[in-house]
DNA sequence: CGGGTTCTTGACTAGTTTCAAGCAAAGTGG
DNA sequence: CCACTTTGCTTGAAACTAGTCAAGAACCCG
């Protein structure tokens, strides 16, 4: 399932995700001090669950490689996906600052994860001042991205929602370098994507295969070919900020 | 609109909210900084916008008295209620520390503010790191009821949806003494109701008229009755986890 | 006492869900 | 290596929840 592996352990000096221009270069006290904040790396296989709702975590992780989602049951099983995750994105902190977490993280493929204790989140508050600063950074950042997705829920229609899932989860793919222009790895079924738009699998499936037939995009083997964007974002009444380079941990 | 009173201005020491036991003290080093972060106050009145969708914000605020709302609207004028703002609730996080907001604020009721400067919003993360940590805490928090509502609009059902959503404003507004148990003054018409729900006016009228008939709750003159809490969170599969006092700023 | 919101209700419509069934692809075990 | 099972995708038809239209009642403001 998981599997710690302490001895092929990257160096934060040479962290992959710094090579990518989206991402905010550090300084090297703040390297320095990531270097002893990090405990370990972890890679966690796909399908497996990295953090369970309810329960609190003692950990803290950072993304390096591979796509999860955080997701939210109701006791009878209903489910609702919340939110992607890819390189680059903080898991965890809810249940780090909170007292439990209020949903659960789940890797859609392979992962790689760095892994930081909840013990020493304090002593980054207190030693570095401008890491805390991109700790808010990237709350404020999940916060925009779960308004946005509430907007979906609440007032698109379900070709708006699948078309803007589709492109917002391109554009972010490409920002963070999990994938080039136009294609993308999409390592989920439809019944997940139907549990992040609030709709049922079949109307999913057919509203997929109504964009497919407009020639607008194609998805077959877990991938996602966006043929054509201007059609697809004038569906969605898509509008993505594009973010200076953003901070991560 | 909206009037600045820097006369009336309250001192931190004897912030009204600090009485309340929800809210966790401040120690008194933090109190001082606190009041030369604070640059004065302002009273907004029913109705009127706060921060507008789109535009970066030069200031922060914290409730003081007073109801709001967050909220999104599309090109075509369709609107979603992203979450309700009381006393306690910090306000413009967003825009200051990314460059634009991505929603607006609109008070509801009359509502009194502290205003901070977004400039010195540096100097509190460098400076009083345990104020910072209780920023991160609120940036949480605010993310566990976006998730909250994302699984109550896509994955429940009206009648679940407008029960869920009365029970957990009510408990809101008691912690935070904004109302007594059992009643609450709800300063929003049935329009905004709908647009926090997803649902049409109609619906939502017509959901809230069975609710009243099953002697659940009662709503009249904008104020909400609690009669059957059992029904209602049986109705909503509410479950609530109450928190420990809650920082805020 | 108008005139405008807000609420309420009924009738009709549309979008989405549920049910059902078949098929393809990918594992599983003998 | 081939039945057997499981999982995911696809499609049509029926049922239902929620949306739209319309119009009157109640309430609020000046």
Chains 1, 2 share one sequence.
């Not at 977490?101 to 994860?113: F, N, Q, R, Y």
């Not at 930081?116 to 805390?132: D, G, I, T, V």
């Not at 370098?177 to 999913?204: K, R």
Request: aromatic share 8%; net charge neutral; charged share 25%.
């Amino acid at each position: 399932m998981r599997h710690i592996s302490h001895r092929d352990r990257h160096d934060c000096t040479h962290c992959p995700l710094r090579k990518n221009p989206a991402f905010r270069p550090f300084d090297p006290e703040q390297l320095e001090f990531i270097k002893s904040f990090k405990v370990g790396e972890i890679s966690v296989s796909a399908g497996s669950t990295i953090l369970t709702q309810g329960q609190s975590s003692e950990a803290i992780y950072t993304v390096m490689k591979g796509w999860g989602f955080r997701s939210k049951t109701l006791d009878d099983g209903r489910e609702q996906i919340l939110n992607f995750i890819m390189p680059g994105d903080l898991i965890g902190l809810q249940g780090a600052v909170l007292e439990e977490m209020g949903h659960s993280v789940d890797a859609s493929s392979d992962m790689l994860l760095c892994v930081f204790e909840r013990q020493k989140l304090w002593s980054l508050f207190s030693k570095f001042p401008s890491l805390a600063y991109d700790l808010t950074w990237l709350a404020s950042r999940e916060e925009q991205l779960l308004d946005e997705h509430l907007i979906t829920l609440g007032r698109r229609s379900a070709m708006e929602r699948v078309a803007h899932v589709l492109v917002l989860l391109h554009d972010r793919a490409v920002e963070t370098g999990a994938a080039p222009e136009g294609t993308m790895p999409f390592p989920f079924s439809q019944q997940q994507l139907a549990n992040t738009l609030g709709l049922s699998l079949v109307h999913t499936n057919k509203t997929l295969r109504k964009l497919a037939a407009r020639g607008a995009m194609a998805w077959r083997d877990r991938t996602f070919v966006m043929m054509d964007r201007n059609a697809l974002c004038e569906i969605a009444k898509y509008d993505y900020t594009v973010l200076k380079p953003r901070p991560f941990i």
